[in-house]
Nanobody, 126 residues
Framework: LRLAAGVWGGLVQAGGSLRLSCVAS????????ITWFRQAPQKEREGVSC????????YYSDSVKGRFTISSDHAENTVYLQMNNLKPEDTAVYYC???????????????????WGKGTLVTVSS
């Protein structure tokens, strides 16, 4: 399983927007739940948002609810995270991860993930 996370322009001012992309290779999202995690300096990695394999359900942490939107494009095998109204506290390295939906899962638990992409840095200036 391979995941590649990226962002077009990782530096933005507070109030701005960015979109992250997570592209899968070697597998399809059809049987996986995809989660975006982030890790700020000196902090633990935390789940931000996840989307089920069918795209029918999405989940958000309280810190981003109402500002971030996760979506999936199965034709492109890509999951996006649209981040609006960004705040300095959103500054972190963002990772996408996948967990098989063939077993019980909690998409915000780091140890539950089956595969991780390399992180991509998002910096929000005040």
């Amino acid at each position: 399983l391979r995941l590649a996370a990226g962002v077009w322009g990782g530096l933005v001012q507070a109030g701005g927007s960015l979109r992250l992309s997570c592209v899968a290779s070697g597998f399809t999202f059809d049987n996986y739940v995809i989660t975006w995690f982030r890790q700020a300096p000196q902090k633990e990695r935390e789940g931000v948002s996840c989307i089920t394999s069918t795209g029918s359900k999405t989940y958000y942490s309280d810190s981003v609810k109402g500002r971030f939107t996760i979506s999936s494009d199965h034709a492109e095998n890509t999951v996006y995270l649209q981040m609006n109204n960004l705040k300095p506290e959103d500054t972190a390295v963002y990772y996408c991860a996948a967990v098989s939906d063939s077993r019980q899962w909690d998409c915000f638990i780091v140890d539950d993930m089956d595969s991780w992409g390399k992180g991509t840095l998002v910096t929000v200036s005040s």
